[in-house]
């Protein structure tokens, strides 16, 4: 029963911003970590930015200084922040995360994916 809903995505021309949001839905008890995923055609999906637990960050080198991930646990949601878009950001975006469940079993979950679409 617990889903992670993303919304957001869409399309920006090159220079644009967008905020993806990721929300877990269901019986769940928070999220424990989170990251960010990116799958262009014809490559393979890759991570973008990751958030642990604790609250520390890492980010692929393609988007350091332009993307910033972010969690807000009272709303059991996570954030990319995407700024200074390019063409080669075009992507399906999928969140993923572990959480916990309202059982404290620990699950990971993935995101349904969002199109952002990055052209002038």
């Known amino acids: 029963q617990v889903q992670l809903v993303e919304s957001g995505g869409g399309l920006v021309q090159p220079g644009g911003s967008l905020r993806l949001s990721c929300a877990a839905s269901?019986?769940?008890?928070?999220?424990?970590?989170m990251a960010w995923y990116r799958q262009a055609p014809g490559k393979q999906r890759e991570l973008v930015a990751a958030?642990?637990?604790?609250?520390?960050?890492n980010y692929a080198d393609s988007v350091k200084g332009r993307f910033t991930i972010s969690r807000d646990n009272a709303k059991n949601t996570g954030y990319l922040q995407m700024n200074s878009l390019k063409p080669e950001d075009t992507a399906v975006y999928y969140c993923?995360?572990?959480?916990?469940?309202?059982?404290?079993?620990?699950?990971?979950?993935w995101g349904q994916g969002t199109q952002v679409t990055v052209s002038s």
């Open positions: 993923n995360a572990d959480v916990y469940l309202a059982s404290a079993w620990l699950k990971n979950f």
């Open positions: 958030m642990r637990d604790g609250g520390t960050t």
């Open positions: 269901g019986s769940i008890s928070r999220i424990h970590a």
